[in-house]
Each structure stands twice: as structure tokens, then as C-alpha cells.
């Protein structure tokens, strides 16, 4: 049996190695001078992105999507950057997975908006209708995002691991022990991570790290001491590390307090979308936005509300690796 | 053999004690989830879903812990639909005390909250209501804002109050 030293040992050069694997290096495209050795995050905004009604505009979240993209990848012309993000991302006449948000419920939910760019931009760029399955927990969930079920290969798939069940094997990483979706594990090549920006009552934020306990059986079993070191000890499970391999970021709305739940008196609309192949940098970044909105509502931060989200440094230190937390390591690109 | 005796009367004793608490608890047990149409304008469109608090993560995961930690027994909860233009949840908290509830409700307060004589204790915003009353908590939260939102909701969450 291993010591906790070896294990830890052992963990950390598998992270390295991971972690090279799971980077698609997309980044390395964008102007040298610009955050040489920096892990980037894409910011790009719309103020206009939602209607009157609160509900996003189809054509202008598109154009947002396309100037993130533009903005991340380098490449202006949206299909040729799709083109490669499926590439190197090992996704070509594979299947790809669009993971959403949906536990909030109807509210607070990963936008379909953004979904059916993603989607129409990944056909238009190769792929399959049929190989493209969008998925969460469950039907309810992907319904809260305002899609609808179709387990039919002729189109887009949509379905939960309520359908397609979970691994009775589970993976380990020290206090990680998930029975993983058959959804990762047996049908998608690669996963583009979709979560929604909220404020958590335990875990302080839920972003990029977080929405990983929508892949896993048991996601309460993870809930211990504010999510920590759960989220950061999920993220480093090989499965999840190798297969998601970037997360496009919603905060078109998203709720400052009382979450993840959907809390109408504190929603507010940031009309943005995050890019970034660096979970860590893109939850310390959402960490950011939500204190930022808070100090201007006049709440206290979440330290002084007694939930700080703890599990971002988790991630970033020596036995984690995931990516980085440290502001001055972060090259954040606003559009 | 005297001792015998004694003890088939104990078994039938604590028999009988059970049989009544399991009849009390069916008829403590409300539905507070008003019909379609027994509140003008609302329509309840789809079937009660009850999470016992050991499942409710499987609800409102990562919010569940709060309302174990308060005492939560279990929470029902279903879907309501105002006019065509409203749609909007109730959750049902059933706490093992009004404490629960009172504790629940406080946490969630913010200064933009306006008191409004329900139940207990009662807060209104412009999309949800969420008041107490002895052991429960009800909180109702509207998809929609619309000029009609705030009235219809509070017609609402007085129908739930009723039945519990």
C-alpha cells in the first residue's frame, strides 16, 4: 500500500503530465508580447446580450461567442478556430460533449443560447449532428436550461446520466472516489465545459471546477468543509482531467447570493462570456466578478460571509496542479 | 407462565402505540398544493415530487446541507403556471420544528425585503415569497417579472398557508 507521501508524489507527476495532456494549447496562438507564460482568460461582453424579457438573444450571444473565441484562439474566422479546437482537442469524427448547468433549475441555468452557438459553430466546422451530445444529471436539469431531450443520432443529442447511467468502478484521487457518468467515460472523446457563474452556499463560487459534481453519482458525497479540497481532488480523477479539455464560461446572468439555487432578488446580468483552458484562473477570475458585484451591493465578502471558495487555491497547489490562481499569473484579455 | 403473558401484552402494547403514531402521522401529514383553479389564474402543472432529507441533494444539491443542518424532514415541491404568462415553483420545507424554518427564512433575508403579514413571518420580492409557519417553510420564486407577478404570487403563497 502506498504512503500518503508516494501517493502525493506519484499524484503530482501524473498531474504534470495530465495537465499537458489536457491543455489544448490554443492560447500559444495570441500575440507573444501579451502574457508571455500566463494562463489566459477571455472576457467578452455584451451589454446588450439580453433582452427586455431577460432572455439572451440568439444572434447577438453567436456574436458573442465568436468574438471569445476569436479573442482566445486568434483566429478570426470562427469556423477555422472550431476546426481547431476539435482537432487538438482529439474530437474529429469523434464524439463531443457539451456539458451544461441545469441544477439551479429554470433561472439560473446554463443558457440554451449559448448551447446552440456552440453546437451550430461545431457543425459548421465538421462535426456530426449525432456527434455532438449535450448532457448534465438529468432531464430535468438540461430542461431547466431550456433544451429538450433527443437521444436520436440524426441531430443534436441531449440527454442526462439519468439515461445513460454510471460506472459501478469508481476513480480515486485522495478524497475524490466518484462513480463517473458513462456519458465521460464511455461515449464522449472530449467534453467542452459549460457551467453557469453563481455564488454557492458552501462552496462560495460555483464555476469551471465545480461542474464537475454534475458528472458523478454521489456529487453530496464531495460537500464536506466547503467543497474542500472535494472540487479540487474531483478535477485531478484522470478521466475528468484528460476529457475536459476547455470551458467557455457563462455569466450572462448569473446570482451573487443565495445560490446555486435560482434567487431572483439577487440576480444580475455581467453579459459575459469567460473562455479559458485554465479551470483554476477562470474560478479565481469568477471569484473576482462575484465579490466585485457584492461590494457593490454592499454584502460582505464571501471570507466575511464564512464561505470563501478555499478549493481554488486547492487546486493550484503543488499536489493538485491544476492551473493557477495567482492574479499576476493570470493574463486576463477583456473583449 | 404469568411471565409469558406479560410479554405478548407488551408486544401487543407497543404494537398498538405504533399503529397510532403511524395513524397520527397520516393525519398530520397536509397536502398544502392548491388545485388547479382553487386559486384565480393559477394552474398546477405537474405532479408533487416529495424528497426526503436524505435525498435532497438529488433537489437542490449543494443548498441541501443548509436545510439538513436547520432540521429539514422533507420538502415537497411542484410547478405552477399564472395566466399563460407567469411560471413559478413551490418548494415546501417541512422542518422538525419552527426553528428550522425561522433560521432558513433569516439566512436568506436581504434589506430589500418587504414584510408582509403571513403565516409566521413573511417576506415579499418582486419575483418570490417566502414565509414560515410553525414547522414549514414555503418558498415560492416566479420565472417571470411582469406587473402581475408580485399580487399573483402573494394570492398564492396565502392558498399554500391555508392548508398547512
Not at chain 1, 464537475?212 to 464531495?222: A, D, H, I, S, T
Request: hydrophobic share 40%; proline share 5%; charged share 25%.
Amino acid at each position: 500500500m502506498k504512503s500518503r507521501r508516494e501517493f502525493l508524489k506519484g499524484a503530482a507527476t501524473g498531474a504534470v503530465l495530465l495537465s499537458s495532456q489536457s491543455k489544448l494549447g490554443l492560447a500559444n496562438v495570441l500575440d507573444p508580447r501579451e502574457g508571455k507564460g500566463k494562463s489566459r482568460v477571455v472576457i467578452a461582453r455584451d451589454p446588450a446580450v439580453n433582452g427586455a424579457n431577460g432572455r439572451p438573444d440568439e444572434k447577438r450571444v453567436l456574436a458573442l461567442l465568436d468574438r471569445a473565441m476569436a479573442a482566445y484562439t486568434g483566429q478570426k474566422n470562427p469556423v477555422v478556430a472550431w476546426k481547431r479546437i476539435v482537432a487538438e482537442g482529439g474530437g474529429e469524427g469523434k464524439v463531443i460533449g457539451l456539458k451544461t448547468n441545469g441544477l439551479g433549475g429554470r433561472g439560473i441555468s446554463t443558457h440554451a443560447e449559448l448551447v446552440m452557438a456552440i453546437a451550430e459553430r461545431l457543425q459548421q466546422a465538421g462535426v456530426k449532428p449525432g456527434n455532438i451530445l449535450v448532457w448534465d444529471r438529468n432531464a430535468r436539469d438540461l430542461r431547466a436550461c431550456g433544451l429538450e431531450i433527443n437521444t436520436d443520432s440524426a441531430g443534436v443529442r441531449c440527454y442526462g446520466s439519468d439515461v445513460a447511467g454510471f460506472e459501478s468502478e469508481r476513480e480515486n484521487w485522495g478524497t475524490a472516489h466518484p462513480q463517473l457518468s458513462k456519458i465521460l467515460t464511455r461515449e464522449c472523446a472530449m467534453v467542452i465545459n459549460l457551467p453557469i457563474l453563481k455564488d454557492h452556499s458552501m462552496a462560495g463560487v460555483t464555476f469551471a471546477m465545480k461542474n464537475m459534481y454534475g458528472v458523478l453519482q454521489r456529487p453530496n458525497e464531495l460537500h464536506g468543509a466547503g467543497c474542500n479540497p472535494g472540487v479540487a481532488d474531483l478535477n485531478c480523477c484522470p478521466t475528468i482531467r484528460s476529457k475536459f479539455r476547455l470551458t467557455i464560461g457563462d455569466a450572462l446572468s448569473s446570482v451573487y447570493d443565495g445560490g446555486p439555487g435560482f434567487r431572483p432578488e439577487r440576480l444580475w446580468y455581467p453579459n459575459a462570456l469567460l473562455v479559458s483552458e485554465d479551470w483554476v484562473a477562470l474560478d479565481q477570475t469568477a471569484w473576482e466578478m462575484i465579490e466585485h458585484k457584492r461590494a457593490e451591493v454592499g454584502m460582505l465578502t464571501l471570507e466575511a460571509a464564512g464561505r470563501p471558495p478555499r478549493y481554488i487555491a486547492t487546486a493550484a497547489d503543488a499536489s493538485h496542479r491544476l492551473g493557477t490562481n495567482d492574479p499576476k499569473r493570470i493574463h486576463k484579455v477583456e473583449v | 407462565m404469568k411471565g409469558s403473558r406479560g410479554w405478548r401484552w407488551a408486544v401487543v402494547a407497543v404494537a398498538m402505540a405504533g399503529l397510532a403514531a403511524g395513524v397520527g402521522c397520516k393525519k398530520s401529514q397536509v397536502d398544502p398544493f392548491p388545485a388547479t383553479g382553487a386559486v384565480t389564474g393559477w394552474q398546477k402543472t405537474d405532479a408533487t415530487r416529495v424528497y426526503a432529507a436524505k435525498d435532497l441533494w438529488q433537489y437542490i444539491d449543494g443548498d441541501a446541507e443548509q436545510y439538513i443542518k436547520a432540521g429539514v424532514v422533507s420538502t415537497s415541491t411542484s410547478e405552477y403556471k399564472y395566466d399563460d404568462k407567469v411560471e413559478a415553483v413551490v418548494d415546501v420545507h417541512t422542518m422538525n420544528g419552527p426553528e428550522g424554518a425561522r433560521k432558513i427564512l433569516e439566512t436568506g433575508l436581504t434589506k430589500d425585503a418587504k414584510k408582509v403579514p403571513l403565516g409566521d413571518e413573511c417576506v415579499q420580492y418582486a419575483q418570490s415569497v417566502a414565509f414560515r409557519k410553525g414547522p414549514y417553510l414555503v418558498r415560492i420564486v416566479a420565472y417571470e417579472s411582469t406587473p402581475e407577478t408580485p399580487q399573483a404570487l402573494m394570492a398564492l403563497a396565502r392558498a399554500v398557508e391555508a392548508k398547512l
